[in-house]
């Protein structure tokens, strides 16, 4: 076992041996925290004696739950680390696996990732009558999770006993999406949360139970956490008050999807401890970095600093026009390749997709191989889901979903008009999709029945990869995609074997069960499989958050560009803080060089000329080598639309076209929350934030909130 203060820095060392209590580790960018979250676990275990089945530490992804089991392990006796190294949706459904059957439900319940949501969707949209298309599909799926967000469909329609009729179905979206739950004993990721408090809510020996079983918990990317996750955490560690959080609020770039940096920046601890030792940038990226947050209100003051050398010179470049500012990055990635870099070293940065279109252009033109980070998530492409549908119907035959997607793929020649009498007949008989095949057309479909069989008993006695390899031979799925002679799809296949081989590896048999892995894998993200590739890398801003590159170049800082003209607009300071913590993450992805590039032109978002970004003039001119001639009348543009962005009021100027309910200042009352006054609306006014009497603020859909001086 590995020494396990080697290595760490006095304030790493003073985090590690901090375990009682409630202690806040404000960890700036590049500056060991998940070094200091894992030796902190190894110093629990090794030297306090803690029980590994008493400590939960939670992150955000998949990945970085990964990465913390294994460094973990290189540090504690075999054995001394447990599932409980997680995601917050993981560890809900660790929990529901143990206590869902208060509830009815089966210990083998369906986790719904994404896909499955939308097709339970569009089936309860048909009997509603409601027209498909992607984006109505997706306003439903909005809309049934903000009417979860009121929490009351799990008394109304989950508990046993419930009855959800006809007419139910067809008049309430929310009553026909969760019924079709019901009948897969399926979540889907809100449910995951919402169940797991409601249990503890209802069943206090369930709550005595959790909170006393779990003697300390570790959050990491708190600042991250939004309202629900930080009551979870906080209701589970009431009973010993080991409350070990660690974050940064000016790296919170998710609040316009809940995240809280101010609820980690009011933490109550009983102790803070700051890392700002950095060991990723050179000292002239790090002065670029502090020069910029330090204009934000909303955060923990803090300098990084690192003991590295001076390096290369921040660079921004001013080109005349956006082809010259393209033509300026290649020539510099060029001279980087010339000077030994390799082309993955490079990663290219901008604000909001579309600006991809002009870089690609000049990289095509200029024959450099680059990679678009974020396309297709892994687990979302068509052969993946194939082939996990393969294996969620071995695990369970009422499974219906999967069965609609592969009971003709590869093709088995089972019509349409066959396919509807099997449907039929599972809604006369009120039973699974597969059982109506198997009981009423047992000669129709003998081949797939007899593979479907065959793996249920394989699966009993062998692994997931192996099952999963069977089954693709099997059923000849491999075969068809060899015939379509589409390599990609062949080594995605692959790819997904190799990522199963690899989950079996780092748990034990009993851990790795065919359930264990469905329920997981439903919960993995894109920052859970990404293929390194050794080509450029182009990507957002949001896209980059927790990775590193030597060298960055960091495009498009346009005034209503980057800071988005949108996010000041909706948000005013809380918007420009986070466009702010956009550029203090894009600048720390750097670790040996940093660029950062703007032009002359027309800008399509302000529809003015093209100005530099705030966030350069906020810059010391002498921490940058500036190159391009910026004639002094754009500097003053700068201001001028900076002021012009900050005070334009955005909501009464678009208010009037789209018909709003509601304008600023309007007193409204909610039925759970109660009144409240309008202070922000969405890009439609379909939505609105209200501040309520209480303090808290919440965003909520026009249907749900009234007027205060109308009757109820």
Not at 168 to 189: E, I, N, P, T, W
Not at 323 to 334: A, G, L, T, Y
Not at 470 to 495: F, G, H, I, T
Not at 546 to 558: A, H, N, Q, W
Request: aromatic residues 10%; proline residues 3%.
């Amino acid at each position: 076992m590995k020494d396990i203060f080697q290595g760490l820095n006095k304030q790493q060392a003073q985090a590690v041996k901090a375990t009682e209590g409630r202690i806040r580790v404000v960890a700036g960018a590049g500056t060991g925290k998940t070094k200091a979250l894992t030796h902190r676990y190894a110093y629990i275990v090794n030297v306090l004696g803690i029980d590994p089945a008493n400590i939960l530490c939670l992150t955000f992804t998949n990945k970085a739950a990964a990465e913390m089991r294994s460094r973990i392990s290189e540090m504690v006796q075999s054995g001394d680390y447990n599932d409980f190294v997680c995601t917050l949706h993981g560890f809900c459904v660790k929990f529901l696996r143990k206590e869902i059957y208060r509830l009815g439900f089966p210990k083998s319940f369906t986790v719904l990732d994404e896909e499955d949501s939308k097709a339970i969707a569009k089936q309860a949209m048909d009997e509603m009558g409601i027209k498909r298309t992607e984006k109505t599909v997706k306003q439903f799926l909005e809309a049934v999770g903000a009417d979860k967000a009121l929490n009351g469909y799990i008394q109304a329609y989950m508990l046993p006993g419930c009855q959800i009729t006809d007419e139910m179905r067809r008049s309430s979206r929310l009553c026909g999406y969760v019924a079709r739950q019901m009948k897969h004993y399926a979540l889907d990721f809100d449910d995951l949360m919402n169940v797991t408090k409601y249990i503890l809510d209802h069943f206090p020996d369930a709550c005595d139970h959790w909170q006393n079983m779990l003697n300390y918990i570790m959050v990491d990317e708190a600042q991250d956490c939004n309202l629900d996750d930080w009551d979870l955490v906080e209701r589970l560690a009431a009973k010993h008050r080991n409350l070990f959080v660690v974050g940064d609020p000016d790296q919170c770039i998710y609040e316009w999807r809940g995240a809280r940096p101010d609820l980690f920046v009011n933490f109550a601890a009983d102790q803070t401890i700051v890392l700002d030792e950095n060991y990723r940038s050179t000292p002239r990226i790090l002065d670029i970095a502090n020069c910029v947050i330090a204009n934000n209100v909303n955060r923990i003051p803090k300098d990084l600093f690192t003991r590295k050398a001076e390096g290369k010179a921040v660079i921004h470049f001013h080109g005349r026009s956006e082809k010259e500012e393209m033509e300026w990055i290649v020539s510099q990635i060029r001279m980087l390749l010339g000077n030994g870099a390799r082309l993955n070293d490079v990663a290219i940065l901008y604000r909001s997709a579309y600006q991809s279109r002009a870089l690609e252009q000049e990289l095509l033109n200029a024959r450099l191989e680059y990679t678009i980070w974020g396309g297709t998530r892994f687990f979302e492409r068509r052969e993946i889901k194939d082939a996990l549908s393969y294996l969620r119907l071995v695990n369970n035959q009422d499974d219906d979903l999967s069965f609609e997607r592969i009971i003709n793929v590869p093709s088995r020649k089972l019509g349409k008009k066959f396919l509807d009498s099997v449907r039929d007949t599972a809604a006369r008989r009120d039973i699974s999709l597969y059982s109506a095949l198997q009981v009423y057309y047992p000669d129709k479909a003998a081949g797939f029945i007899a593979l479907i069989e065959d793996a249920k008993q394989f699966a009993l006695e062998n692994r997931v990869s192996d099952l999963l390899n069977r089954l693709l031979e099997a059923s000849a799925y491999k075969r068809m995609v060899r015939e379509d002679q589409d390599e990609d799809r062949l080594e995605n296949l692959d790819e997904l074997l190799n990522s199963i081989r690899f989950y079996e590896s780092v748990r034990s048999p009993e851990e790795s069960t065919l359930a264990d892995y469905l329920q997981d894998v439903a919960l993995y993200t894109n920052d859970d499989h990404r293929r390194e590739t050794p080509t450029l890398k182009l990507m957002t801003i949001h896209q980059a958050k927790g990775l590193e590159f030597p060298y960055v170049f960091v495009t498009g800082l346009s005034e209503g560009i980057f800071p988005n003209m949108r996010t000041i607009r909706e948000g005013k300071k809380n918007g420009e803080e986070e466009e702010r913590r956009l550029m203090y993450v894009a600048v720390t992805r750097a670790e040996k060089a940093l660029f950062l590039t703007e032009s002359e032109g027309f800008n399509i978002s302000t529809k003015t000329d093209k100005y530099p970004s705030r966030f350069l003039a906020e810059i010391k001119r002498e921490l940058l080598v500036t190159e391009g001639v910026i004639p002094p009348d754009l500097w003053k543009g700068t201001r001028n639309l900076s002021h012009v962005l900050d005070q334009e009021d955005y909501f009464e100027k678009e208010r009037e076209e789209y018909n709003a309910p509601f304008q600023k200042g309007d007193t409204v009352v909610h039925p759970v929350f109660g009144e409240g006054v309008i202070v922000a609306a969405n890009k439609d006014f379909t939505s609105f934030e209200v501040r309520f009497e209480s303090g808290d603020t919440r965003t909520l859909r026009a249907g749900f909130l009234k007027q205060s001086d109308l009757p109820e």
